[in-house]
Every structure is written in C-alpha cells, then in structure tokens.
C-alpha cells in the first residue's frame, strides 16, 4: 500500500521534472532563437530547401519503375537536409544528444535504416518495391522527429494516430 503510494508518487515527480525541464529547454531555445533573427533564417532556408528537394522527389514517383534512382536520391538528400536544419538551430552537439534521447532514439534508428535502406534497395538491389518500403520507413520517421521539434508536435501526430486507427477500425468493422 504506502511503498506503492510513494513509489507512484516518486514516478509522478520525476515525469513531472521532465516535463518542466522540457519545457525549460524549449522556452530558452525560443529566447535565443528570437535574439537571433539570423539563425532562424538559416534554418529556415535550409529547412525549405529540404522540402523543395522531396517535393522534386516526388515528381518520379509516376516514373518509380523506370527511374527510382532519382526518387531516392532526391528524398534521401531532402530528408537529410530538413533534419539537418534542426541541427543549425539548436548546434549540431544538441541535435545529436537530441536524436539519442530515450523517446526519440527508436525514431532516429528507423530512420537511418529507412535512409540507408532506401539507398542500398535503389542503387544496390534495384529492388522498386524494397526502396518504397524503406522510403516510407524514412518518411515517417523523419515526420515524427520534426515534429519532436515542434511545440505539440508529437501530440498532434499521437492524435492523428488514435484517430486514424479508430477510422481503420470502423471501416473493418
């Protein structure tokens, strides 16, 4: 009874620290970030030019069959230069330690096996249906570690998920 109240107490303390310290890290990042208007327009430019790389990507995904060399090297180069604009933000040291925290370390590992993989199944392989699967493996994983960056952002992505599930479910059913 009392070691499982104080056990529970003492777990609820420490998530709460987290959260705070969390926070803490974000309100400061944002501070420095507001006192550096010249930082933000780097990762800003880096970050778009990230998308406008994946955006030509996706130009060959009607060619995919014929030419899925170029839909993985422009992904692949798009979702390095989108993740890598986090790293100008917050400094690459940061970033890195970011990338290794318990919550995002399954995510970061998906993703450099959805990268890697996307590579080797395209130039290596040739195999069209594997470079999909590791491109979409690449992708969502790349979704959620920006979001992770962002204010709410993994929240909004855990709703979408409920949500998403609970329409697949209805659909089945």
Same mark, same amino acid.
Request: aromatic share 10%; proline share 3%; glycine share 10%.
């Given at each position: 009874?009392?070691?499982?109240?104080?056990?529970?107490a003492s777990a609820a303390a420490g998530a709460?620290?987290? +959260?705070?310290?969390?926070?803490?890290?974000?309100?400061?990042?944002?501070?420095?970030?507001?006192?550096?208007?010249?930082?933000?327009?780097?990762?800003?430019?880096?970050?778009?030019?990230?998308?406008?790389?994946?955006?030509?990507?996706?130009?060959?995904?009607?060619?995919?069959?014929?030419?899925?060399?170029?839909?993985?090297?422009?992904?692949?180069?798009?979702?390095?230069?989108?993740?890598?604009?986090? +790293?100008?933000?917050?400094?690459?040291?940061?970033?890195?330690?970011?990338?290794?925290?318990?919550?995002?370390?399954?995510?970061?590992?998906? /993703?450099?096996?959805?990268?890697?993989?996307?590579?080797?199944?395209?130039?290596?392989?040739?195999?069209?249906?594997?470079?999909?699967?590791? +491109?979409?493996?690449?992708?969502?994983?790349?979704?959620?570690?920006?979001?992770? /960056?962002?204010?709410?952002?993994?929240?909004?992505?855990?709703?979408?998920?409920?949500?998403?599930g609970r329409s697949a479910r209805s659909v089945?059913?």
């Amino acid at each position: 009874g009392a070691s499982t109240a104080t056990a529970g107490a003492s777990a609820a303390a420490g998530a709460s620290r987290r +959260a705070l310290s969390v926070a803490s890290d974000r309100a400061v990042g944002a501070a420095s970030l507001a006192a550096d208007p010249a930082r933000l327009a780097r990762f800003l430019g880096v970050f778009m030019l990230g998308v406008f790389l994946i955006m030509i990507s996706l130009n060959f995904l009607p060619a995919l069959l014929l030419k899925p060399a170029n839909f993985a090297l422009f992904f692949t180069l798009g979702s390095v230069t989108m993740l890598g604009s986090f +790293a100008l933000l917050s400094g690459p040291q940061a970033f890195l330690q970011g990338l290794l925290q318990r919550s995002k370390l399954p995510f970061s590992g998906a /993703y450099a096996a959805g990268l890697l993989g996307t590579l080797v199944a395209t130039l290596v392989m040739r195999s069209y249906i594997l470079t999909a699967v590791f +491109a979409l493996v690449q992708a969502l994983s790349l979704l959620y570690l920006v979001a992770s /960056y962002l204010p709410g952002g993994t929240s909004f992505l855990n709703m979408l998920g409920r949500f998403g599930g609970r329409s697949a479910r209805s659909v089945v059913l």
